[in-house]
């Protein structure tokens, strides 16, 4: 008798061992194996933040992150399916399964973690205030009286936002391309945005001499990716570390930044 319960009960609890094995399985996606089982990857790419990404003449999407983007894809041997997004919609994109990954000039912060995991930095950036020479600042309390453009919900504009005086005026837009229109017209006697952006404009519109006023923060970009997938935050750093030893983003640095890649930290 008590060897038929003994029995029964380790038949019981093989059953609900195997209940747990399966339904583990069945709730836990993996974002990696799904990747790779489609066939495709889609990666939320900048539209509008040369030389990371923007609309070349020819209508298609070039830049640094979308040589990245296209590197990413051919390791994972899948297809590429590039997805345009801005500085405000590239992380709800992946909270709501818009895309797989975001390579878009992403900065890392704590806020920003508690939605979205990072991978470690692939590209180098800094924010910071630029504009003319004759424009008197050198830290943010010689914005006070002063117009700055900004994008909205960037990097910039949260950390902006925290030691800027009360009294300057900061003129949000919703994307970059706007950000940088309203700079050029003379909306505003400066510009918050990255060391690379202002680097483009000053070369296309020497005429603004524009020049670093003061740095706002020093922010690495990182490859975003959905939170709870290790497989996939695994195989990006993989991937970073390996394009760093290879020397292949050393080599679009130059291509896109017109200098070799700097050290970057490690996440």
Do not use: C
Request: hydrophobic residues 45%; aromatic residues 8%; glycine residues 8%.
């Amino acid at each position: 008798m008590r060897r038929l319960v003994l029995h029964s009960m380790k038949a019981l609890f093989l059953s609900a061992l195997i209940g747990l094995s399966t339904w583990s399985g069945t709730a836990r996606a993996d974002a990696l194996a799904d990747i790779i089982d489609s066939g495709v990857v889609r990666i939320g790419v900048p539209k509008d933040f040369p030389p990371f990404g923007a609309v070349a003449a020819s209508g298609q999407l070039e830049g640094y992150d979308i040589d990245v983007a296209t590197l990413l894809a051919k390791d994972l041997g899948v297809k590429l399916e590039l997805v345009p997004v801005t500085s405000a919609n590239r992380i709800p994109y992946l909270l709501t399964d818009k895309v797989d990954i975001v390579i878009s000039s992403l900065g890392v912060n704590p806020e920003r973690a508690k939605a979205i995991a990072f991978s470690t930095p692939y590209a180098p950036f800094f924010s910071g205030v630029f504009g003319a020479p004759d424009i008197d600042v050198r830290e943010p309390a010689d914005l006070r009286g002063k117009k700055v453009a900004v994008t909205r919900d960037t990097l910039e504009d949260i950390e902006l936002a925290k030691i800027a005086p009360k009294d300057v005026e900061i003129l949000r837009f919703e994307d970059n391309d706007a950000t940088i229109s309203a700079y050029l017209a003379g909306r505003t006697e400066l510009i918050a945005t990255g060391n690379l952006v202002a680097a483009a404009l000053a070369k296309a519109h020497p005429g603004k001499r524009i020049e670093r006023k003061f740095t706002i923060k020093d922010s690495p970009s990182s490859i975003g990716v959905p939170q709870g997938e290790a497989n996939l935050l695994h195989w990006v750093n993989v991937f970073v570390f390996h394009k760093k030893l290879g020397g292949e983003l050393d080599q679009l640095s130059r291509k896109w930044f017109g200098e070799p890649l700097p050290p970057l930290p490690i996440l």
